[in-house]
């Protein structure tokens, strides 16, 4: 042991080459030790609990996927594109007919007049839309700039016989396209 050493125990202490006795306790510094003050823990509850924090970011994310293949790419997986406009269809069972229902939207366009809008006479006619599926054929006229059209078409099922795709031929003016649409089972 050290002059500079204290014992850890309060007993007494000789340095070397002295007759005196030292007594040292470390009482106040032990009390002084047990009688800290509690302080909080630093940091936000997410620095301190990151397990926690990792899993909650994880759940976000999964969220946001969540909404983003619903709200954006299951509408767009339906869809196709014929000029400006976006053609979607879906197929209903009714009874002893099958309801195939197409939707044509157009897009407004910085070109084009705002969707509240009146419509203008004149040179600027709207097209037609022909929707034809197993014989039968409906014509509609096509929808304005940030507007939509559904046209429904009704087909038997004995047209249908067997078959697990309806193909349904549109066309817009002088465009045309191909909706092929799964027929649900019974």
């Not at 014992?7 to 510094?29: M, N, V």
Request: net charge negative.
């Amino acid at each position: 042991m050290n002059d500079d050493e204290r014992p850890l125990s309060p007993a007494p202490w000789r340095k070397e080459g002295s007759g005196e006795l030292h007594f040292h306790s470390r009482r106040t510094e032990e009390e002084a030790a047990r009688c800290r003050r509690w302080e909080p823990p630093q940091g936000s509850f997410f620095r301190r609990n990151r397990g926690l924090a990792i899993a909650l970011i994880d759940v976000v994310v999964v969220v946001i996927l969540f909404f983003i293949y619903l709200f954006v790419l299951r509408p767009l997986a339906g869809q196709v594109r014929l000029g400006e406009y976006r053609l979607s269809g879906e197929i209903y069972h009714l009874g002893q007919e099958v309801l195939a229902v197409v939707t044509v939207r157009k897009g407004a366009t910085s070109a084009d007049a705002p969707s509240g809008a009146a419509p203008q006479s004149g040179p600027h006619l709207q097209p037609l839309v022909t929707v034809s599926a197993a014989g039968q054929e409906i014509v509609d006229l096509a929808p304005g700039p940030g507007q939509e059209r559904s046209i429904p078409l009704r087909l038997e099922k004995n047209l249908l016989k067997g078959e697990e795709l309806l193909e349904i031929l549109v066309v817009i003016g002088g465009d045309e396209a191909v909706l092929s649409l799964k027929i649900p089972a019974d």
